[in-house]
């Protein structure tokens, strides 16, 4: 199936470990993005990637670091895990970084909580 | 900078019922709009995308309309039914970003 696939669905740990959030779309597209859903279920972007390369990085803590391999894969890494971090993270992709093209693919969500 | 509002924020009608749903936007210097449905718990799927070169797109008993010059566009939902409810998400793209409403929470009424 063509798709953003987000890992893992569900990720819950304390207060100070380090975690990563893996996504992979195979649907050709060069840019990529994290999206952070709050309490609210207010949706506000994080990063972008462009072919690898950070287009967007939107005022979040330093304790968060994309990393994108190659154009189909962007990683979420968050160091020292607080409260607040607990969301709902989606990665989306996109054909064209300036227009979005053919519009946004969004994956399944990973529903992160912090204990 | 760029803000999306959605009104109403929710909205309960019984099933049969047409209904449209509202979504305002400030800078009118946008790529494209578009409409996501998400269900409780679940992901975004897309529903439609209107460029910004166009007026309405369709898609089943789902019609977008687009006036970009007042900031507007609508989503109209034909003969709802059950499986409708849901949260619906207008989102504005430019500069390699969209910028999403909070979205209008529907339930349909059996």
């Known amino acids: 199936d063509t798709a953003v696939s987000q890992t893992p669905k569900y990720l819950v740990t304390q207060m100070g470990n380090d975690k990563s959030i893996k996504c992979e779309q195979n649907l050709g597209h060069d840019t990529m993005y994290w999206y952070k859903q709050d309490s609210k279920k207010f949706l506000k972007i994080m990063f972008s990637y462009n072919n690898k390369e950070l287009i967007i990085n939107e005022t979040v803590p330093n304790r968060f670091s994309p990393k994108s391999p190659d154009k189909a894969h962007l990683n979420l890494h968050i160091n020292s895990l607080e409260l607040g971090d607990s969301a709902v993270y989606f990665c989306a992709s996109s054909q064209g970084a300036w227009t979005g093209g053919g519009g946004y693919t969004f994956g399944s969500g990973t529903r992160l909580t912090v204990v | 900078k760029q803000e999306v509002t959605q009104i109403p924020a929710a909205l309960s009608v019984p099933e049969g019922e047409n209904l449209v749903l509202n979504c305002s936007f400030t800078d009118s210097a946008i790529y494209n709009l578009q409409w996501f449905r998400q269900d409780p718990g679940k992901g975004l799927t897309s529903l439609l995308l209107i460029q910004s070169s166009q007026r309405e797109q369709t898609s089943g008993r789902l019609n977008a309309s687009l006036d970009k010059s007042s900031g507007r566009s609508t989503l109209y939902i034909a003969a709802s039914q059950p499986g409708d409810s849901a949260t619906y998400l207008c989102?504005?793209?430019?500069?390699?970003?969209?910028?999403f409403g909070k979205g209008t929470r529907l339930h349909i009424l059996p």
């Open positions: 989102a504005v793209n430019r500069d390699d970003k969209i910028i």
